[in-house]
């Protein structure tokens, strides 16, 4: 089994930051990429971004120069540092892990934490 978990969401008013974690366990055998996702009311999920076992990394155009995402791949972690936030990025936001279990390793599986919301008051 595996599980993706996120923290660090909140309210915050406009211009001030956050930082997000997301931490996978569980039968891992390794993690190809990790990122982050998010959905507004009524908005489909859009990639924030993401980054992959080489360090590489993309964003969306609309958080570019504003997020930074990192990972500690010891701790099968990712971090997203929001700065500078709008209300436009309030959202529920989730993180997800592409993973090779243990027994299954030749075999990449999404998972996904529950979702952490993001609330940016104007």
């Known amino acids: 089994q595996v599980h993706v978990v996120e923290s660090g969401g909140g309210l915050v008013q406009a211009g001030r930051s956050l930082r997000l974690s997301c931490t996978a366990s569980?039968?891992?055998?390794?993690?190809?990429?990790m990122g982050w996702y998010r959905q507004a009311p009524g908005k489909q999920r859009e990639l924030v971004a993401r980054?992959?076992?080489?360090?590489?990394?993309n964003y969306a155009d609309s958080v570019k120069a504003r997020f930074t995402i990192s990972r500690d791949n010891p701790k099968n972690a990712v971090y997203l540092q929001m700065n500078s936030l709008k209300p436009e990025d309030t959202a529920v936001y989730y993180c997800?892990?592409?993973?090779?279990?243990?027994?299954?390793?030749?075999?990449?599986?999404?998972?996904w934490g529950q979702g952490t919301q993001v609330t940016v008051s104007s």
């Open positions: 980054i992959i076992s080489d360090g590489n990394t």
């Open positions: 569980g039968s891992i055998f390794s993690i190809t990429a």
């Open positions: 997800h892990a592409d993973i090779r279990t243990i027994g299954s390793s030749s075999t990449s599986f999404r998972y």
